[in-house]
């Protein structure tokens, strides 16, 4: 989709990058309005909205408050785009940005390209000649922004793995259309069984790519870090570890922390948000443990990152399962677990190496091992804020993308692809669909490198 | 020398008579243009010169295709036909395709008969040697005999003729066809005129006698019964069809030719033009493809009065010894008679994105080419190219708008759009793969999408215009129908078909079925359709100065200098080209033809 569909709704910040008390989310398209009601509310305004009228609404996400906004409505043709349009002033930070054009995204709207409101306001016949001099100088600075962040690490590494995923989704689309081109049929005959699996694995593939934009990455909301753990594992002496303080009450006693406790951090740069919590342990204390427990199940559902703490000087018992099961059940979908071995310092209780492999061994009470997890804490915040705030616009380009992509393989996993009732062509139409969505950010795919593969490939022809 | 000025002066002069020169002087003549055909042998009108056969996967819907607009390929093709296969039916139907075998000697005298009987057209027999301009205009052909035929428009049909050279091992020899002397004068007139040529390359495999054939040790593949017809005219004929046989390279051969590419004009370096890759030669196959033991073999007979047969698979440019030690390697061919060899051919052609849509050369308004020229290959993808170019000439001589198929209407489109906008490196072959509205450009369709185009160019006589109408009720009818009426349509005495011939019921309700069973897919096809269609109509105006569009990428101001794209869906095809590029310049297209008023208008629309 080399040109940009005029029909379809965009999004797009449309405030300054880098920062800012305030931001801008623009909207614009004919169903802007549609799409802004599925996460502003109260969503009853978008019923009868007034044009260029201001609203105090509550952006929402999975019915959870993302940000307090104020949104301007424009309908069409009095908007700067021609279209009906939403403005979204939230909090300037790229977290709620992003999570913003992600709510978008998700229910119907399309990145914009660089300049693409412009590009609208002027094909609406909304501004006059000389102003549209600067429509060219416009589309030209964001393209060349959008550029310089797609060469840097990050976008490069990203773009890099879509790359791979596109590379996947031609040959898979070769093996269709040389059996369809290749009238001398001498090919064996593609095994379904095969093709299935190959799909779904391209179809796990960019789900996985999709979904790790939606683990957010938060400059000013700040990480949030849930120490978890087995009774007496040493989670509050990590916790004063890391922060230098005394903060929690720490004893040898096993349930000392009853309740959970926060302390807020600054590693490199990034705001992190430590909750310590009660041991969890279901078989153990009174009324008051139990409620602590609640609070610490409930801190494990609101974590970016878990660290999960174990007694390396013991063997695995079973409360470290039970843990283990709880974080299981009461992590949110796309946290990060990290594995923490305490008391490094005492003779080690032999645990197999496969049971530590990936974990960060550290001893609370000499300090060892401390600086490493601070590091492993903010290592994917790090990379995926080096690039700045472009970051945020160019993922969001490849999250919906990638959305589109998916939703493609998805139609292509219905069919029925069984010896026999093997539709080819319909296969093929949504590989194409789902090369096509890609096509947004590394260009289009042309029947010629679709040939090119199947030449490389498979000896055809007479 | 003196000139001999020919006394008169036509419309329409088309250069060749093979598949392409054949469409285009008929189209012409066919809408009333005086129009001449000039070839070098007039007894190698539409010769097949390599596999005698029409249709094929891609192939098969531009034959229908062609059909659908007038053209005699496919007709021609149905009456010499000796065996018939609907290829993929084990598919779906958007991609099925007929494919007909045809007796040689037959379908040309056909094609050579169906011009004689052509009104307005006339034949004559001498070489093209130069094109003849006055100043820029072009006023005709100048031939080897120094004749002058002067004429509005021509069109060039070459095929493989331009400075042709065949190879068969380390000789080469000049040739445009194996002893046909080629034409050497075009290639330096058109360069002279600024024309960039390039070298393509192609090959034929070797012919045997089907007498030393052992069929026993063969595979038999018999024609389907009853054969499906390419014509949309053509009625049931009873002619009994032949079979072809299959056989299958071994061992012993790869061996063979492993040993012997040192002799291989390919291997050795001596052809340096680009070959199919997607016909390759058996070399290619054995090099480039080490872990198949065996490569499939088809022998096919060239007709019905003679024994020759065409190896289909064995295409090869290695030395005649190493040729004939080959095919003995083979089993059935161990005691096979080689009565051609198989040679490869380099000719000129010139680059495609000289052209402009109607097939026009840009630098010379009048000269249309057409076929092979145009670096495609294959006898479908030039007769399409050859009508389409006679169409042309003759809308241009009649003062009326070039005929455009866009790549949502016809397979044709496709071909002439990638020919236009991405130019060739390789002979063009069509590919289902090249079609993204693949589902809509069936070979069941053909007639229903473009015929209405056949009627008002008058290329289809009114005749049947009525019937076709017919037809396109029942299709619509049967489309929309949700059930269809088991017992009553069966009680129903059948309507005979009369009403609708040379359509039938039968048909209406098998094409209605199709597009219902695509549904949502036709859907979506037709509305990414719809959109593009509406990019196709941003005009890019000739004049236009593309180096002015500030801030394009490096490649793809190089490229839309290259290839002038005339509309804004054309520039976007180009390979390399980025959505910020089409953005630019679709500001800049729009900016240029907006006339100042709108903006007023729209200001106090603001307002």
């Known amino acids: 989709m080399l040109i940009p569909d005029l029909t379809q709704t965009i999004v797009a910040p ?32 978008f019923k009868t909205p007034k044009t260029r009228f201001s609203y105090f609404l509550r952006a929402e996400e999975n019915g959870r408050l993302l940000d307090n906004t104020v949104v301007t409505l424009y309908r069409a043709p009095k908007s700067y ?33 660089p300049g693409e409101f412009t590009l609208r306001a002027f094909m609406n016949g909304k501004l006059d000649l000389a102003q549209a001099e600067a429509v060219n100088d416009l589309i030209i600075s964001e393209n060349e ?31 269709l259309e040389v059996r369809l081109d290749d009238s001398y049929e001498e090919l064996p005959e593609l095994d379904p069984g095969t093709f299935r699996r190959r799909a779904a694995a391209a179809a796990a593939g960019i789900k996985n790519l999709a979904d790790s934009f939606g683990r957010g990455r938060y400059l000013k909301h700040g990480i949030r870090v849930t120490i978890a753990g087995a009774p007496n594992s040493g989670k509050s002496s990590l916790l004063n570890r890391i922060t230098e303080t005394r903060r929690a009450i720490v004893s040898p006693r096993a349930g000392t922390t009853r309740d959970t406790l926060e302390e807020t951090l600054t590693l490199s740069g990034l705001k992190v948000i430590f909750t310590d919590t009660a041991g969890i342990d279901p078989r153990t204390g009174g009324p008051i443990e139990r409620e602590g427990m609640r609070r610490a199940l409930k801190a494990l559902k609101t974590a970016d990152v878990i660290l999960w703490v174990q007694d390396l000087s013991k063997k695995s018992s079973p409360a470290d399962r039970r843990v283990g099961k709880a974080i299981a059940r009461g992590a949110a979908p796309g946290s990060d677990l990290i594995k ?5 310092d005492l003779p080690a209780a032999g645990r197999p190496e496969d049971e530590t492999d990936g974990g960060i061994i550290v001893s609370c009470k000499t300090g060892a091992g401390i600086s490493g997890l601070k590091r492993r804490l903010v290592r994917d915040e790090k990379k995926a804020f080096s690039a700045g705030s472009a970051a945020v616009i160019t993922s969001a380009r490849h999250y919906s993308a ?58 055809v022809g007479k | ?36 055909l000039l070839t070098q042998d007039l007894d190698t009108i539409a010769q097949m010169s390599c596999n005698p056969s029409i249709g094929g996967v891609g192939k098969g819907q531009i034959v229908r295709e062609i059909d659908a607009l007038g053209g005699r390929m496919a007709a021609v093709a149905d009456l010499s036909a000796l065996s018939a296969h609907m290829l993929n039916t084990s598919r779906g139907a958007a991609v099925r395709s007929p494919r007909v075998q045809c007796d040689k000697r037959m379908y040309q005298s056909a094609m050579k008969h169906s011009l004689e009987l052509a009104g307005n057209l006339a034949l004559a027999q001498d070489e093209a040697a130069q094109i003849w301009t006055e100043g820029s205009a072009l006023r005709g052909v100048i031939t080897a005999r120094n004749t002058r035929y002067r004429s509005k428009t021509v069109i060039l049909t070459t095929g493989t003729f331009l400075k042709g050279v065949i190879h068969i091992g380390l000789s080469s020899f000049r040739g445009g066809r194996y002893n046909h002397p080629p034409s050497d004068g075009l290639s330096p007139s058109l360069e002279a005129l600024g024309f960039k040529l390039g070298r393509l390359k192609t ?49 012993r051969s790869a061996g063979i030719i492993r040993a012997n590419l040192h002799r291989s004009p390919l291997y050795s370096g001596r052809i340096k033009a680009a070959g199919p890759r997607y016909c390759p030669s058996i070399e290619d196959k054995i090099v480039k493809f080490p872990h198949h033991p065996t490569h499939i073999l088809f ?45 490869a051919i380099e000719y000129d052609y010139s680059l495609p994105v000289q052209l402009d849509y109607n097939l026009e050369a840009k630098l010379l308004p009048g000269l249309f080419m057409a076929g092979q020229i145009n670096g495609t290959t294959g006898y479908e993808e030039a007769a399409a190219q050859g009508l389409m170019a006679g169409i042309n000439a003759s809308l241009k001589v009649r003062g009326g708008d070039p005929f455009i198929l866009g790549r949502d209407e016809a397979y044709i489109g496709v071909m002439i759009d990638d020919l236009i906008s991405k130019g060739v490196d390789e002979p063009y072959r069509i590919f289902t793969s090249r079609a993204e509205f693949r589902l809509l450009l069936r070979q069941d369709n053909a007639d229903l999408r473009l015929m209405p185009h056949g009627f008002r160019l008058g290329l289809i006589p009114g005749k049947f215009k009525k019937n076709f109408e017919r037809y396109q009720n029942a299709v619509e009818r049967s489309g929309s129908r949700r059930e269809p009426q088991k017992h009553g349509a069966e009680k129903r005495p059948q309507r005979a078909d009369d009403d609708m011939a040379p359509w039938t019921r039968a048909g209406a309700e098998a094409c209605g079925r199709i597009t219902k069973e695509y549904g949502g897919y036709i859907t979506r096809n037709l509305r990414e359709a719809e959109r593009m269609k509406h990019f196709e109509h941003v005009r890019i105006p000739e004049k236009l100065d593309l180096s002015a569009v500030k801030g394009l990428c490096l490649e793809s101001r190089q490229q839309f200098l290259k290839i002038r794209p005339r509309t804004l869906a054309q520039a976007a095809r180009i390979p390399g080209v980025t959505p910020a590029d089409i953005q630019l310049l679709w500001v800049h297209v729009t900016r240029k033809l907006r006339p100042p008023q709108a903006d007023g208008v729209s200001r106090r629309d603001e307002g």
């Open chain 1, 340 to 344: 923490v071995f305490n008391k490094s």
């Open chain 1, 81 to 113: 785009t021609g279209d009906d349009m939403a403005e979204i002033s939230c909090h300037g930070s790229p977290f709620i940005i992003s999570r913003l054009l992600r709510l978008a995204i998700s229910n119907g709207a399309r990145e914009a390209r």
């Open chain 1, 402 to 459: 990638l959305l589109n992509a998916h939703s493609e393989l998805s139609s292509l996993e219905r069919l029925r692809i069984r010896a026999g009732t093997f539709p080819f062509e319909l296969a093929a139409e949504h590989l194409r669909g789902a090369l096509n969505a890609l096509a947004d950010i590394l260009g289009e795919t042309t029947p010629e490198e679709v040939l090119a593969n199947i030449f490389a490939n498979f000896c």
């Open chain 2, 203 to 251: 090959g034929t495999p070797m012919r045997l006698n089907g007498r030393s054939i052992d069929f026993s040790k063969c595979e038999e593949q018999k024609p389907d019964e009853p054969p499906p017809p390419l014509s949309h005219f053509t009625g049931r004929h009873g002619r009994k069809l032949l079979s072809c046989w299959i056989t299958r390279t071994g061992e």
């Open chain 1, 14 to 45: 449309a405030s300054a990058q880098g920062g800012g008390a305030i931001a801008v989310v623009r909207l614009s398209g004919p169903e802007a309005f549609k799409i802004a009601s599925a996460f502003l509310k109260p969503s009853s305004i």
């Open chain 2, 1 to 36: 020398m003196p000139y001999f000025n020919y006394p008169v002066i036509f419309d329409v002069l088309v250069v060749g008579g093979g598949h392409a020169g054949c469409e285009a002087a008929l189209a012409a003549a066919g809408l009333g243009m005086k129009t001449l």
């Open chain 2, 299 to 343: 022998l096919e007979p060239e007709g019905f009065d003679t024994g020759e047969y065409y190896v289909n698979g064995l295409s090869t440019s290695l030395p005649e010894e190493v040729q004939l030690e080959l095919l003995h390697s083979v089993n059935g061919l161990e005691r096979a008679e080689l009565i051609r060899a198989a040679y």
């Open chain 1, 145 to 175: 922004s959008a550029h310089r962040a797609a060469i840097t690490q990050v976008a490069g590494g990203i773009s890099n793995r879509i790359g791979k995923l596109r590379a996947g989704l031609i040959a898979l689309l070769g093996e």
